[in-house]
Nanobody, 116 residues
Framework: QEQLVESGGGWVQPGGSLRLSCAAS????????MCWWRQTPGKERERVAS????????NYVDSVKGRFTISRDEAKNTTYLQMNSLRPEDTAVYFC?????????WGQGTQVTVSS
């Protein structure tokens, strides 16, 4: 059974940092690109970052470039999203996903709240 489990969300003040983790199981992790999306109430889900299988290519939405870094650990079947210089507009539920541009599976999401 394919499963993606996020962790690491929470509350942080503007300018702070958080690292999200996504533990994958039930499929061949090393053969799949992975991604992170986010969603705020009343808005469509937005792709944040993607990483290719092997990790040699990454892609980010313009609003997070230079602040967020996606990475993966093949030995742990885990994808990470390091988020620095967080802004209130980054507040959202963040979802881990399998795939590059069109996700084939989703995690349950983890809430990130940026406020003072």
């Amino acid at each position: 059974q394919e499963q993606l489990v996020e962790s690491g969300g929470g509350w942080v003040q503007p300018g702070g940092s958080l690292r999200l983790s996504c533990a994958a199981s039930g499929f061949n992790f090393e053969l799949n690109a992975m991604c992170w999306w986010r969603q705020t109430p009343g808005k469509e889900r937005e792709r944040v970052a993607s990483i290719s299988r092997g990790g040699d290519r990454t892609n980010y939405v313009d609003s997070v470039k230079g602040r967020f870094t996606i990475s993966r650990d093949e030995a742990k079947n885990t994808t990470y999203l390091q988020m620095n210089s967080l802004r209130p507009e980054d507040t959202a539920v963040y979802f881990c996903c399998r795939g590059w541009a069109v996700p084939g599976a989703w995690g349950q999401g983890t809430q990130v709240t940026v406020s003072s």
